[in-house]
């Protein structure tokens, strides 16, 4: 993941010319606003588990970790799971991993989640978003799904 940058740039105009760009919707001469990582890793997870095709976010350990703390009472999986960021002043990246469904075509459903991504993360807090990676970890089979129990547990 490249390293998003904190300062204007200067970019080239169709005559050649450079010009400086416009400052960051985050910055005013009353006061800046800083927007911590983790705030925006949940914005990009619930982006990314928005698309059709999506399964699941994360690698497999993340996953029985998050099925673990399912079962803890009180406990929820985390939105940020499967999902790391670099956020500067007025840029982000943002790495997925991510589980698709079987029989989705991976380029679409990667398509859509890095569109889903960037719209909502720049939507949300005015960061520029430089990159969505997304890397698909493994595609969910409809026979992964746990059997439902035919008969009440004997014992509880």
């Known amino acids: 993941m490249s390293t998003p940058t904190s300062s204007t740039s ?8 450079m010009t400086e760009a416009a400052p960051s919707a985050l910055q005013s001469p009353k006061g800046r606003t800083t927007i911590a990582n983790g705030v925006v890793q949940k914005i990009a997870g619930i982006a990314a588990r928005e698309v059709s095709g ?5 690698g497999g350990a993340a996953r029985t970790i998050g099925a673990l703390r399912e079962r ?3 406990a929820s999986q985390s939105a ?20 698709t469904e ?15 991504v960037i719209r909502t993360v720049e ?15 493994d595609i969910h089979l409809p026979t ?4 439902e129990q035919s008969e009440p547990p004997r014992v509880q």
């Open 72 to 74: 803890i009472p009180g």
């Open 10 to 17: 200067s970019r080239p105009t169709g005559s050649g010319e």
């Open 54 to 58: 999506v399964h699941d976010l994360g």
């Open 80 to 99: 940020g799971q499967g999902v790391s960021v670099e956020v500067g002043e007025t840029q982000a990246a943002v790495d997925l991993d991510i589980v």
């Open 123 to 137: 939507g949300m807090t005015g960061l520029e978003v430089t990159e969505v990676n997304v890397s698909v970890n």
């Open 144 to 147: 992964d799904e746990p059997a």
């Open 102 to 116: 079987y029989g989705v075509s991976i380029a679409d459903v990667a398509r859509s989640v890095r569109q889903n």
